[in-house]
């Protein structure tokens, strides 16, 4: 069984590349725009090309029977027509609503049994606030009493690897979180502790909070910004999907905060 995985370099391919092979996957093939930088191990089959460029898929296509896709809203259409021609029988797609809700489409306009997954907000997102903390030794945002689930993206990719190798998935939309829900006001005091020393948060406005961000996030941080005020009044539940789905319990933060130091030091 062939299991092609897209943007098999990035963050959550890259994973779930080794996920697979944890999971004794024997046929991946590795879809990457730099097969010379990639550095997979040697058993996986590296094909040059990207999902952003449908032209480029051709060669990765051919007998795969699985695929996990990495979402390019631009071009998932195309992708998913190409995937249905050439005979793809299951789509695990990484999307979840709101501004990837196209990808889900998509996937299932093309007619080529899926399995959605919607993850909540990354943990490794904090990683924007790693300047301040570094430069100033605080953190400066709105909105500290929004709350989330964040989730690792190890976990992310281990739940990928398992709905492309297991029975039972089809046709299911996972919206995946981390274990706990957190105020932004709570996960940087984990990341403080993780790092031995008090961190504040200083509330600002939100155009403030928008204008750090338009370095970083350009068009998207005004959106980004205002998700966090509704997460307010209706902070995202936790659930327990990825423990159910893996059989271990999801990293919690402080414990992504620890094996991640770096980023703030």
């Given at each position: 069984m062939?299991?092609l995985?897209?943007?098999?370099?990035a963050?959550?391919?890259?994973?779930?590349?080794d996920?697979?092979?944890?999971l004794?996957?024997?046929?991946?093939?590795?879809?990457?725009?730099n097969?010379?930088?990639?550095?997979?191990?040697?058993?996986?089959?590296?094909?040059e090309?990207?999902?952003?460029?449908?032209?480029?898929?051709?060669?990765?296509l051919?007998g795969?029977?699985?695929?996990?896709?990495?979402p390019?809203?631009?071009?998932?259409?195309?992708?998913?027509?190409?995937?249905?021609?050439?005979?793809?029988?299951?789509?695990v797609d990484?999307?979840?609503?709101?501004?990837?809700?196209?990808v889900?489409?998509?996937?299932e306009?093309?007619g080529?049994?899926?399995?959605h997954?919607g993850p909540?907000?990354?943990m490794?997102?904090?990683?924007?606030?790693?300047?301040?903390?570094k430069?100033?030794?605080?953190?400066?945002?709105?909105?500290p009493e929004?709350?989330?689930?964040?989730i690792?993206?190890e976990?992310?990719?281990?739940v990928?690897?398992r709905?492309?190798?297991?029975?039972?998935?089809?046709?299911?939309?996972?919206?995946?979180?981390?274990?706990?829900?957190l105020?932004?006001?709570?996960?940087?005091?984990q990341?403080?502790?993780?790092?031995?020393?008090?961190?504040?948060?200083?509330?600002?406005s939100?155009?403030?909070?928008?204008?750090?961000?338009?370095?970083?996030?350009?068009?998207?941080?005004e959106?980004?910004?205002?998700?966090?005020?509704e997460l307010i009044?209706?902070?995202?539940?936790?659930?327990?999907l990825?423990?159910?789905?893996?059989?271990?319990?999801?990293?919690?933060?402080?414990?992504?905060a620890?094996?991640?130091?770096?980023?703030f030091?």
């Amino acid at each position: 069984m062939t299991i092609l995985v897209t943007g098999a370099t990035a963050n959550i391919g890259r994973l779930v590349v080794d996920e697979l092979l944890e999971l004794g996957a024997t046929d991946i093939r590795a879809l990457t725009a730099n097969p010379a930088k990639a550095q997979l191990p040697e058993c996986v089959d590296v094909v040059e090309g990207y999902v952003g460029r449908p032209e480029t898929l051709t060669r990765a296509l051919a007998g795969v029977e699985r695929m996990y896709l990495a979402p390019v809203v631009e071009t998932a259409g195309a992708v998913t027509a190409m995937a249905r021609e050439a005979g793809v029988e299951h789509i695990v797609d990484l999307a979840g609503g709101g501004w990837w809700r196209p990808v889900e489409e998509a996937v299932e306009n093309s007619g080529v049994p899926w399995t959605h997954l919607g993850p909540g907000e990354f943990m490794w997102n904090t990683e924007i606030w790693a300047d301040q903390i570094k430069t100033t030794g605080a953190v400066r945002d709105a909105f500290p009493e929004a709350a989330n689930a964040p989730i690792a993206v190890e976990d992310i990719a281990d739940v990928a690897a398992r709905t492309l190798t297991e029975g039972g998935h089809i046709g299911r939309a996972y919206e995946l979180t981390g274990p706990e829900t957190l105020t932004r006001r709570e996960m940087v005091r984990q990341i403080g502790e993780a790092l031995g020393r008090e961190i504040p948060f200083i509330e600002v406005s939100r155009e403030e909070a928008i204008a750090n961000l338009i370095p970083a996030m350009g068009d998207q941080a005004e959106w980004y910004v205002d998700i966090h005020a509704e997460l307010i009044d209706a902070p995202q539940q936790a659930n327990q999907l990825v423990e159910e789905l893996t059989g271990r319990p999801a990293m919690t933060f402080a414990e992504w905060a620890r094996r991640n130091t770096s980023l703030f030091q």
